[in-house]
Each structure stands twice: as structure tokens, then as C-alpha cells.
């Protein structure tokens, strides 16, 4: 069974620091790319970030951009979000989510989230 | 203000079928890029439900269906049940922005 585990949210302060990770089992995590997409509270999905299957290629969102980095390790089949900077606007759940790999940019299996709070 | 443009709320009655529309622009959906719809609970995840369009993962009920044609995307929901009363959510791919779009959501209620 395909399980994705965020953990790492909390309460920081603005201009803070943060660490994610998702530890992903059930599947070959190294096979696949995985993405982060945020929910603030009462509103939509959207697209954070994504990694590729080893790690050589990222993406991210225009308003994450030089504040946000995604990294895995393959070894320990865990994938990672380090947010600095943090911005009142990053309040959100943070969710971690395997590509599906049809197209790209599909996400079949999602973790349960994990609430990230910026607030002084 | 999202990407991909979808109502802010649908509603219809037990048994009846419902669509939710999804608009996009000649750098997402009109690009050829494919749509994929998820349905989130309440407190919950969210589910994948259409992918490429208009395939169903394992599991999800065929009263669940998806089509595209140019610039826009629709998921229609069959034989309402209550358990349907879900938010849902449309996706694409920009290649303007190279990033993952979303729609802003659509709120189900099964009346």
C-alpha cells in the first residue's frame, strides 16, 4: 500500500525557518518524481514544487522561488521541503504527492498534509 | 486568482448528473496539455479521480467521467450520491509559467 507521511509543520515566526519531510513507503520511491502542492486555510490546491526521480532536476512554484529548496534521498525514501523566509502567505498544509507518470505533472497518492503557520 | 477558471459551486439532487467546467488558455489546456480532476472531502486529502482527461484510476466509480476540447475541461458526476459532496478541483500544466496549475475549486452539494 502506497503511504506518504508528512511531518516537520508547525508555528514560526516571519522571516523563519522551516524543515518538511515526507516518508514515502509501499512503492520504489527512487522511480518516481514527487511534488509539494499547499493549501491555505478555506482555499484551492496549488503547485509548490517538484523533484524528479534522482534528484538532478527541480522545479518551483514563482512565489516559493530562491525561499523554497526540494531535495530526496533515495536511501531513506524520504522527500523534503526547506522553507526560509517565511511569509505570513505560506500559512498552509503542506501536502507531498507521488507523480502519477502519465504526463507529468499528475499526482496519484497524497499524504495527509501537515499545517505550517507563520504568524508572529 | 487561479490559472484554470472553474464555478464556484454546483449542486443537484440525489440520482441526477452534475458537469463542472474547467477554462483554460493556449498555455495550459489549450496547449494540449491534459487535464486531471481530484475530489477532496471534508478534512481530508485530496483523491485523484480523472487523469489524461478521461481515465479513471483503479477504484473510482465509472458515474465519474472527463472530457476536454480546446481550451477547456469538464467532469461529469452521474447518479449523485451523497458521499459525492466533495470539493473538486481541476489541474493542467502551464508551459508559461512552467509550473502545475489548479482551478480555484468547485463546491458539490448533494441536495
Known amino acids: 500500500e502506497v503511504q506518504l507521511v508528512e511531518s516537520g509543520g508547525g508555528l514560526v515566526q516571519p522571516g523563519g525557518s522551516l524543515r518538511l519531510s515526507c516518508a514515502a513507503s509501499g512503492f520504489t520511491f527512487s522511480s518516481y518524481w514527487m511534488h509539494w502542492v499547499r493549501q491555505a486555510p478555506g482555499k484551492g490546491l496549488v503547485w509548490v514544487s517538484r523533484i524528479n526521480s534522482d534528484g538532478s532536476s527541480t522545479s518551483y512554484a514563482d512565489s516559493v522561488k530562491g525561499r523554497f529548496t526540494i531535495s530526496r534521498d533515495n536511501a531513506k525514501n524520504t522527500l523534503y521541503l526547506q522553507m526560509n523566509s517565511l511569509r505570513a502567505e505560506d500559512t498552509a498544509v503542506y501536502y507531498c504527492a507521488r507523480d502519477h507518470g502519465y504526463q507529468g505533472f499528475e499526482f496519484d497518492y497524497w499524504g495527509q498534509g501537515t499545517l505550517v503557520t507563520v504568524s508572529s | 486568482q487561479s490559472v484554470l477558471t472553474q464555478p464556484p459551486s454546483v449542486s443537484g439532487a440525489p440520482g441526477q448528473r452534475v458537469t463542472i467546467s474547467c477554462t483554460g488558455s493556449s498555455s495550459n489546456i489549450g496547449a494540449g496539455y491534459d487535464v486531471h480532476w481530484y475530489q477532496q472531502l471534508p478534512g481530508t486529502a485530496p483523491k485523484l479521480l480523472i487523469y489524461?482527461?478521461?481515465n479513471r484510476p483503479s477504484g473510482v466509480p465509472d458515474r465519474f467521467s472527463g472530457s476536454k476540447s480546446g481550451t477547456s475541461a469538464s467532469l461529469a458526476i452521474t447518479g449523485l450520491q451523497a458521499e459525492d459532496e466533495a470539493d473538486y478541483y481541476c489541474q493542467s500544466y502551464d508551459s508559461s509559467l512552467s509550473e502545475g496549475v489548479f482551478g480555484g475549486g468547485t463546491k458539490l452539494t448533494v441536495l
Open positions: 489524461g482527461n478521461s
